[in-house]
Each structure stands twice: as structure tokens, then as C-alpha cells.
């Protein structure tokens, strides 16, 4: 065997680790979603009682959220030094630079990847310090379901979205979820080696799909908060 | 397309790269071309322009070319932005005039990408390819008399795809065109070509690892997959030669001793 670092250091193993790291978020915020969604059902015990099963998991739930962290520190490497790579090996730029189309699958998404995954980044760090450490939250927001004393997500969420500036924060960061997954995910399976004449169409179309559901889905719950579920 | 021939002489506003040497700073020189055939290649027109440099005793513009037949590689120009310019699937020498209009203005500027360093004007060093090349593209064969080449099966699929990546000329197009200026095409096109034959299993794994951290030494930007190389080739090298680099990269890694 290669030696690790030498392996993950290389262009390919560098992609290689990002593209894994990456598609292992997707599927995180595809559960991540799939539990967010209950707060559009407007019962409170429900989402209530499903966070506090996710917290009761305990020492499951630390080693996930080490992965996701590990992971996402990784990515953010990599994709930095892709970034500053993309400098050095074309010092003298040039004066024209046109758009090739055809085969090409360079898109607004493809180009703005380092600036679409930063601020992300600011939004992970932000989204994270409210709702899980509640930084910066006033309040008592605990209640009892079932004689169980529990933290009141539900409450601190329909709160924090009855303000429009926090609703616009999030609307334009799942904008950017958007576009960082529709280049993204294909890219993902693409630096993982997969491309094949039978599969890659369907894997085109499933990262525009989970783009769109994604970006759009996390999109809707601030709107719907703000508009019709807080009345 | 019976019209070419009525269509009449341009003149055109060249802005071309002048560059004395690697270490030298570089720009851009304006020049005017009349009496610019339709049918003329685009070097001929470079050609014709430098014939009334050197007659005016001026340094005529240095760039590439050997064969002028697309099949050698040697020429590449960024044309008005794009690599081997406008028309799709063809190098530079096998673009014609006809593709521009009277009163155009083309700008023209070598590869850019600081493993190749511009050694005069247009021309640059691809030599970086070649130690690519020299790090894994190559197979072990006996000496004596070739065997007869049908003794060895192998499946169609697999000889029309290594024959698309053997038609890579490695003209450098894909770095020049990639936002990264990643020689990521060239080098997979190298590899699967032999990765897909019978006759390049022996050094499979070494090839795989050695070409690739060549090129990484080079100093080529890394792959972000926007496809500008698959684009910009002129042999339609499809990315999925790419895919396949991966995965032979990857096996090797986890498996040589
Ligand atoms: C929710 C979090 C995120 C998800 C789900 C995600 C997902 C992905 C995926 C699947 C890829 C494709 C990998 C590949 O091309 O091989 C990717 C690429 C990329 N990501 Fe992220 N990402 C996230 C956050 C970030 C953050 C915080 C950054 C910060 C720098 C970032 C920067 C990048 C860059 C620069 C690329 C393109 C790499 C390239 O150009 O080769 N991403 N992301
Ligand atoms: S892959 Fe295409 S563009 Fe790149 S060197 Fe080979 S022929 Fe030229
Ligand atoms: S001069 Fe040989 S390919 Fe153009």
C-alpha cells in the first residue's frame, strides 16, 4: 500500500477524500431535512420528541457529529488547496477567456464552488452556535412532553424565523446549497472514479434532484415559518 | 458550402502575445493584417504576417507548428479566449480563416500554465508531458519478432475505447483550457490507454501512481471537474478517462506492497 498521507496528499486522493466527505454531508442533510420537515406539520410534540431522541443517543450521537466535523475540515482543506493551487499553476492569466460549451460542465455552480462552500462554512458556524449551544438565545425554552423535561426546539425555531433578517440569511445560504450540490454531487462521483455510460446520466439527473430538493426544502421552512406557520 | 468562395478578403486586428523568454515580462502587440484569405489556415495567416515582419526587418512572432495535418500536437494557440480557437474538435493548424470576419479582432496568447513556460511569443515548453510519459507511459515487450496481433483476445469495447485515448496527441490543449490549468486529461488518456490493453498490465499499478504524482510535481492545477478539457480537445478525449485515472489510481494505492 501507498502510504496514507502520500496517497491523500496526490491529486487524486486529495479529490478522492473531498468527494467522500462531500457526499457523506449530502447524505447528512438529506436526514437532516427529512427531520426538519416535521416542523412543517405544526406539531410541536413531534419535533420535540424527535430531537430529544437524536440527543438521547448520547456517545452515537458525539461519534456522528466527530465525523461530521472531522469531515467537514477535511473538505474545507482540500477545497482550499484546490483553490490556491488553481493560482500557482497559472501564475499569468489570460487577457480572453471564453466559455468552451459543448462537453464542457462548467457552470456559474462549478466556478463559484470556493465562494458557495465559505460561506457555507460561516452558515454552518452560525446555524450551529443558535440552535445547538443557543448562543445569543433569551429565554427558557424547555418543555415537558409525557412528564419528560425536554429542550423546546420547536418554540426556538418558530421564534427565531419570526424575524425576516434571520428568514433572508437562510433563504440566500440554501440558494448556495443549491448551486454547491448541483456541481457537486455529479462532480462527487466523478472524482470517486464513477462515470459510466449507463449510470452517470442517472447520476446527473439524481444531483439535480437532491439540489433541488435540498437547497429548496431547507428554503421552504424559514419561508413557511415567517408566513403562515408563526400566525 | 459553395459561398466561401465568393466570400472576399478580410482585414483583420491582430493583438498578439510577445514574449522575448521564460524570465521576461510579456504583452500584447497590435498588428494589421489585410488581403486575410478565407481559405488561408490560421497559420498561413500567421505565416503571411511574418514574411512582412521579416521584411521589414522586424522579429517575426514565434509559435508552433509540425505536421499543420492535426495529428502531431505541436501547434496550440488561445484564440480569442478559447484553446486551438472557435471550431470544435480541431488544433490550431486545421482552423481556417473562414471562421472569422472582415474587421474581426483576434486575440491570440499561448497556453498558459506555469509548467509550461513560454519560451518565445507563442511558443511554450510542453516538456513537462514528456516526463509524464517518461514517469509511466510506457510497456515492457521482449525483444524478437512481434507476435501475430490477433493471438491476443481483446474485447472490442475495450480496443475502441484505448484507441480514443491513444488518439490524445498531447497538445496541451486541456491544461491551457482548464481554469486550473490541470493536465488531468492528458495524463488519464495516457493511463487508460494502456490500463484497457492486455499489453499494459505488467507496470498497471506503478503507471497509475507514477504518472500521477509526475504530473503533480509538474506543477498542474488540480481537476475540479468542469470538463473545459474534453471541450477544448481536439481529439474529444471524453472525461471519463479521468474516471477511469481514478480508479486505477486508487487501486494501485491500496494494493501495491
Ligand atoms: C453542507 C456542507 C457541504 C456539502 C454537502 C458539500 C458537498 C460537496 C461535494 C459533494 C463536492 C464535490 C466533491 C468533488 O468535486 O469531488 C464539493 C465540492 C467542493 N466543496 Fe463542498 N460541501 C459542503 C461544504 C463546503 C464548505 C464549507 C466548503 C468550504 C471551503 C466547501 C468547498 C468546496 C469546494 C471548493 C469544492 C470544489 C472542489 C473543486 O473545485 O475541485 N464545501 N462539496
Ligand atoms: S487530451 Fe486532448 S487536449 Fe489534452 S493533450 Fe491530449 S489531445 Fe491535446
Ligand atoms: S501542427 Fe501538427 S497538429 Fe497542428
Redesign the interface.
Known sequence: ??PFLT?AK???????LMALTGLFWVLFLIIHLAGNLVLLSGHSDAYNKYSHFLLSLGELLYVLEFILLAFILLHIYSGI??AI??L???????????????????TVS??T?IYSGLLLFIFLVVHISHFKYQVGVNGDYTTVIGGVEMHDFYRLVYDSFSYGWYVLFYEVIMILVFSHLR?GF??GF????????RW?PFIDGLGIVIAVVVGFGFLVIPLYIYFIGGA | MSNHAEQSDMRLHLKIWRQPDADSPGKFVSFEKEKVSPDMSFLEMLDELNEGLIKAGEDPVAFDSDCREGICGMCGLVINGQAHGPRRSTTTCQLHMREFKDGDTITIEPWRAKAFPVIKDLVVDRSAFDRIIQAGGYISVNTGNAQDANAIPIPKRNADEAMDAASCIGCGACVAACPNASATLFTSAKISQFALLPQGQVERKERAIQMVSQMDFEGFGDCSNYGECEAACPKDISISHIARMKREYVKAALTTA
Not at chain 1, 497559472?90 to 466559455?99: A, F
Not at chain 1, 466523478?190 to 455510460?197: E, K, M, R, Y
Open positions: 500500500m501507498l496517497a496526490s491529486s487524486v486522493g486529495k479529490k478522492y488547496t484546490v493551487g488553481k500557482r499553476a497559472r501564475p499569468q492569466s489570460y487577457k480572453v477567456q471564453k466559455n468552451l460549451g459543448g462537453a464542457s460542465r462548467k462549478a466556478t464552488m456541481h455529479w462532480s466523478q472524482s470517486l472514479g464513477v462515470n459510466h455510460p452517470s
